[in-house]
């Protein structure tokens, strides 16, 4: 079945489309990645989103436009793509744009991505599933990460302790304890968010360069500065990081006020932008291996890195230095596009769906049980 996964996160960066082709059933799947591309968003609706996920305000009505605005972004990146490359999807797997994310705490968690599916079903005259999150968050889950099940597909080892590091604009973990047979759900597998994987970066940049750049290309800027121990030590005081799993976080929470926080209890030691720059990269890669050495049972052989914090040359260089023994590598090493893996997985959780069968890791998300992810919408 030809399927094309459709995913924006929490970058807002633009929409990362993967045409796939998939056979099997549960974890015994074939995924051929036949072709992938970013979609970047247009200024003015990336500039809205942004907004918006800070908390501007919105009335209902143009709510509704700015959902419709970015289904129409979701099913044109959906036809650039089958157009660009090849014959007829079967099926889409639309994740959206998340703009709000609220975890479970004392009541049940609450989360919105926009671009309905349904207009991308009408668009494209395919059939999508949209709404991945809703109803593991609806058990009490985090809806949070849901590319867990996927990473245990293609990235579990026979012998390896693996560490699937994604770093988009939130960083999340998938950790692979060996799997000896690829027809059962390893047991063992966690996940979850870490916390801030590009997004304090991004901000910074966007600030120091007053809107010239929107993020540090390979981590060139960072490289020139030194980081400054005494805070990040500082940084990682904050109670996410505490946090026990399951867990997930958004821009919410690291947020531009968040940002600013950082900046101000950085007054005092006088850094310089690419210092500045080098701190909250480094904080990255720390709150990251924090995570791993509080709650994992056993350290990764290898941590293999996803998502575009996986280009940025400085980041890599801090977490090898910080983990040791741990190799440090990315997908593509493993044969499998670091680029598109988020959006594979979109399009693998929807042929899971069309097939009835759940897409959530109950250890991951901490839903008491498997569901069925995602609304289909006929074509
Ligand atoms: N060459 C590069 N060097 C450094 N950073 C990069 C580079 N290319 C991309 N990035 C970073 O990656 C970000 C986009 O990553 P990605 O698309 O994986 O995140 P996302 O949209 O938040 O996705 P998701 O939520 O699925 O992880 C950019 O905002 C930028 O910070
Ligand atoms: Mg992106």
């Not at 709150?287 to 350290?299: G, K």
Request: aromatic share 8%.
């Amino acid at each position: 079945m030809r399927v094309i996964g459709l995913m924006s996160g929490t970058s807002v960066d633009g929409i990362d489309a993967a045409l796939v082709d998939i056979s099997g059933r549960e974890l015994d799947l074939q995924v051929n990645l036949m072709a992938s591309q970013t979609y970047p968003y247009p200024d003015a609706l990336r500039d809205q989103i942004l907004a918006v996920c800070a908390g501007a305000p919105l009335s209902i009505e143009a709510l509704a436009v700015l959902d419709d605005a970015i289904a129409t972004q979701f099913a044109q990146a959906a036809q650039s793509i089958q157009t660009e490359y090849s014959p007829t999807a079967d099926l889409i797997g639309s994740h959206g744009q998340t703009v709000f994310h609220r975890p479970p705490q004392n009541n049940l968690g609450y989360t919105l991505q926009l671009g309905r599916g349904a207009a991308i079903a009408h668009q494209t005259q395919t059939s999508t599933v949209s709404n991945f999150r809703v109803a593991d968050m609806a058990t009490g889950g985090q809806g949070a990460p849901l590319v867990s099940k996927l990473d245990v597909c293609l990235l579990s080892h026979p012998e390896f302790y693996r560490c699937v590091q994604n770093i988009g604009g939130i960083g999340n973990v998938t950790y692979l304890p060996p799997l000896t047979t690829s027809d059962q759900l390893g047991v063992g597998v966690k996940g979850w968010d870490t916390g801030p994987g590009n997004v304090l970066m991004d901000l910074a940049v966007t600030q120091f360069s007053n809107g010239e750049l929107t993020y540090d290309a390979d981590g060139a800027w960072a490289a020139q500065g030194m980081p400054c121990q005494p805070l990040i030590a500082e940084w990682l005081k904050h109670p996410f990081f505490q946090d026990t799993p399951p867990k997930s976080t958004g821009r919410e929470l690291f947020s531009p006020e968040y940002l600013q926080v950082c900046l101000q209890t950085a007054a005092p030691y006088q850094l310089s932008p690419a210092d500045t720059l080098a701190t909250l990269t480094d904080f990255t890669a720390a709150s990251i291996v924090y995570n791993y050495d509080q709650f994992l049972p056993h350290s990764p052989d290898q941590v293999v890195l996803c998502g575009g914090g996986s280009h940025n040359g400085y980041l890599r260089h801090c977490l090898q230095t910080r983990l040791g023994a741990s190799q440090v590598m990315t997908t593509d090493n493993l044969g499998v596009s670091s680029d598109a893996k988020e959006a594979i997985a979109f399009a693998v959780l929807a042929y899971w769906r069309h097939h009835q069968i759940p897409g959530n890791v109950p250890t991951v998300t901490g839903a008491p049980h498997p569901v069925l992810l995602g609304d289909l919408h006929p074509a």
